[in-house]
């Protein structure tokens, strides 16, 4: 029998909730990157919508390819992130696969729209197009980029700025900031962020009970409900279940032939076809960059701005080239890892870490091989199937026979 993850039946019901809420006009929403100050946002009572989110949502359904040449149409190159180019096309067309799933006809209308370019510029660029279209203020916090270790300095900076945008919060909910509010919004983060972190975790046992393409799906919660309790008692119920898959000795592979590390985006339309690809090969992809995006080790309810300030600014996108290198020297290390697969998603540079000579330090460093497919995040045009299964199937091939010989 195929392994499932039951849990998944209760991440149907709570996406389901999320998204079906969003059609109670009576509430204030904020739209907010992904990795933005969301528990800020949570504090002053604002639902909240990640544009991101959506934009994965396009890619998954594979409708991106419709809505990305709308968006060319108002000068959005092909060659910019496809997240924004989708989610601009969908609005511009007035589709959404929210419509078919939820009955909605678009994303819920914001009152506010705020950013945090950690991850990239284009963030700002496509709430920027938003607020002008739909009149609401845009806000957002500009951290340094590319940063090797977070100063105290910087952490004052991005604390100040994250202060800074009390007052239109205040002003656009009609509530008093309430710190307190904000600190158990932050613990009720932290605790999930931790559990998602275990979650991920339990693959570094074999045979791992999650793989990447597990937990791109169960991500949901913490990225759109990060910060309430029903991502804390969701990820609760999921690390049960996987604990007590690990000691039946039940993975998703009967036979772990190798483990791969998946660097960048997912290439969200063929997540699938991708999963089964590997599992016919006896692969386990067990780690990756994108799905650890979301544990913020540094969230500390005692210190809410400065913890905030540091978690959102130490993520991995937002790091240099060394410490990157670093952290993947550490992961290779704790997941046991055989091969790295670098996606070079054409449409996000920032997320793909192969252009500048990452995998060939990591194969001189740590002395595992590497491999770089072409694709793309949800533009379908930039990935070819047949020629990256050849690739990969080779390189797993190579990676089992160098693990034969040692
Ligand atoms: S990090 Fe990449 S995929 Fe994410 S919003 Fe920025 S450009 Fe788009």
């Given amino acids: 029998m195929s392994y499932k993850i039951q849990t998944a039946r209760f991440l149907k019901e709570i996406m389901g909730n999320y998204f079906l809420g969003m059609k109670d006009t009576e509430k204030k929403y904020a739209w907010c990157t992904s990795v933005g100050p969301a528990e800020l946002l949570r504090s002053f009572g604002f639902e909240v919508h990640f544009p991101?989110?959506?934009?994965?949502?396009?890619?998954?359904?594979?409708?991106?390819?419709?809505?990305?040449?709308?968006?060319?149409?108002?000068?959005y190159s092909?060659?910019?992130?496809?997240?924004?180019?989708?989610?601009?096309?969908?609005?511009?067309?007035?589709?959404?696969?929210?419509q078919e799933h939820y009955g909605l006809n678009g994303p819920p209308k914001p009152s506010i729209i705020v950013y945090n370019t950690n991850q990239c510029r284009e963030v700002q660029d496509w709430f920027m197009y938003f607020g002008k279209e739909l009149g609401v203020p845009v806000v957002g916090i500009n951290p340094p980029r590319h940063v090797d270790e977070v100063t105290k300095e910087e952490i004052a900076d991005v604390a100040a700025q994250f202060k800074a945008l009390i007052p239109i919060c205040e002003q656009v909910?009609?509530?008093?900031?309430?710190?307190d509010r904000f600190r158990e919004t932050l613990k009720l983060s932290k605790e999930a962020t931790d559990l998602w972190k275990e979650v991920l975790?339990?693959?570094?046992?074999?045979?791992?009970?999650?793989?990447?393409?597990?937990?791109?799906?169960?991500?949901?919660?913490?990225?759109v409900l990060?910060?309430?309790?029903?991502?804390?008692?969701?990820?609760?119920?999921?690390?049960?279940?996987?604990?007590?898959?690990?000691?039946?000795k039940i993975g998703f592979l009967e036979e772990e032939k190798c483990r791969?590390?998946?660097?960048?985006?997912?290439?969200?339309?063929?997540?699938?076809?991708?999963?089964?690809?590997?599992?016919?090969?006896?692969?386990?992809?067990?780690?990756?960059?994108?799905?650890?995006?979301?544990?913020?080790?540094?969230?500390?309810?005692?210190?809410?701005?400065?913890?905030?300030?540091?978690?959102?600014?130490?993520?991995?996108?937002?790091?240099?080239?060394?410490?990157?290198?670093?952290?993947?020297?550490?992961?290779?290390?704790?997941?046991?890892?055989d091969g790295m697969i670098f996606h070079d998603a054409k449409t996000c540079a920032n997320n793909s870490n192969n252009?500048?000579?990452m995998p060939q330090r990591i194969t001189e460093k740590l002395g595992i091989p590497t491999l770089t497919i072409e694709g793309d995040l949800c533009d379908l045009r930039f990935y070819s199937e047949g020629q990256s299964t050849t690739k990969i199937e080779t390189f797993l091939e190579q990676i089992e026979s160098v693990k034969m010989m040692s």
């Fill in 52 to 75: 991101e989110n959506h934009g994965a949502l396009l890619g998954a359904s594979r409708t991106a390819g419709d809505f990305i040449p709308e968006s060319a149409k108002l000068g």
């Fill in 78 to 98: 092909n060659d910019i992130c496809s997240y924004l180019t989708a989610d601009i096309g969908s609005y511009l067309k007035k589709q959404t696969p929210l």
């Fill in 173 to 179: 909910s009609g509530k008093k900031f309430d710190i």
């Fill in 201 to 223: 975790w339990t693959a570094r046992i074999t045979p791992a009970p999650i793989s990447f393409f597990d937990a791109t799906i169960h991500m949901g919660p913490i990225v």
């Fill in 226 to 248: 990060r910060g309430t309790q029903i991502a804390k008692d969701y990820y609760t119920r999921l690390l049960d279940e996987l604990e007590d898959n690990i000691t039946r």
């Fill in 260 to 337: 791969i590390y998946w660097d960048g985006m997912p290439i969200w339309g063929k997540l699938r076809t991708m999963s089964d690809l590997f599992i016919q090969n006896n692969a386990a992809v067990v780690a990756s960059t994108y799905c650890n995006s979301w544990v913020f080790d540094a969230f500390d309810e005692r210190h809410p701005f400065e913890s905030s300030a540091q978690a959102y600014t130490e993520i991995f996108i937002n790091r240099s080239e060394t410490a990157k290198e670093k952290i993947l020297a550490q992961l290779v290390e704790d997941f046991r890892i």
């Fill in 355 to 357: 252009r500048f000579g």
